[in-house]
């Protein structure tokens, strides 16, 4: 079965430093895979893709993310964390456009 | 350019009764998708449109819920009867096309059902 995990629930970081929120995918084929961003109230928005290509991908707002077929990852980075990153984030996957599978989400919390 | 709007953004209503949500996508968007996103949990796609045909159903709850996009714009997603486990947020979004692209998504409908 197609799945996409996130194993952590809650990501915590001091304003500044380097964050990851890690995901990992078992979907058929080559994987598309999206990083989604929920701040409070508002409705999912699109930070990047994978689709082919280079492996690091650059998307919204300084982050970034890395795919690594051998791990079946595709974390998400960034440098230096701000305060307004602090966000539910999902990661997604799916194959030939069907069916997308969410990751349950990862809340991030950056400390001033 | 307009984003995906969803109406109504809030509802309560008892088991049982019916209820129905509308969205319309971004101009121009062939693909539409609905899911249902319970608290503390990512959303789960419950139908996606390819222009006015069903790509994937497969998830939906085909005893009660129902959605159309008849002119291959805006689309109404139906439940009926309520349960209570139906108490979630209804989320539309819409891409360019199936595939390699990004979805855009609406600010979703809290729905509660008691």
């Known amino acids: 079965a197609q799945s996409v995990a996130q194993p952590e629930d809650q990501v915590n970081v001091a304003e500044g430093n380097p964050l990851t929120v890690k995901c990992t995918y078992s979907?058929?084929?080559?994987?598309?895979l999206f990083w989604y961003v929920q701040y409070p109230n508002r409705g999912l928005q699109f930070l990047l893709k994978?689709?082919?290509?280079?492996?690091l991908v650059k998307g919204s707002y300084g982050f970034e993310a890395e795919f690594n077929k051998s791990q079946t990852s595709f974390h998400l980075k960034k440098p230096s964390a701000l305060v307004s990153d602090s966000a539910l984030y999902f990661c997604?996957?799916?194959?030939?456009?069907?069916?997308?599978?969410f990751g349950a989400g990862t809340r991030l919390f950056v400390k001033a | 350019e307009a984003g995906v709007a969803q109406s109504p953004r809030y509802k309560i209503i008892e088991k049982r009764q019916s209820v129905a949500f509308w969205c319309n996508p971004i101009?121009?968007?062939?693909?539409l998708y609905w899911y249902q996103q319970i608290l503390g949990q990512g959303p789960k796609l419950l139908i996606q449109?390819?222009?006015?045909?069903?790509?994937?159903d497969s998830q939906l709850p085909k005893d009660r819920f129902s959605a159309e996009r008849l002119k291959g714009v805006d689309s109404t997603l139906k439940i009926q009867p309520a349960k209570l486990e139906d108490s979630a947020v209804y989320l539309c979004?819409?891409?360019?096309?199936?595939?390699?692209?990004?979805?855009?998504f609406g600010p979703g409908t809290r729905l509660t059902v008691t």
């Open positions: 994978y689709i082919t290509g280079d492996n």
């Open positions: 449109f390819q222009n006015n045909g069903v790509v994937d």
């Open positions: 979907v058929s084929g080559n994987p598309y």
């Open positions: 997604a996957g799916h194959t030939g456009g069907f069916k997308t599978i």
């Open positions: 101009s121009g968007h062939a693909t």
């Open positions: 979004a819409s891409s360019l096309l199936q595939g390699p692209y990004e979805q855009y």
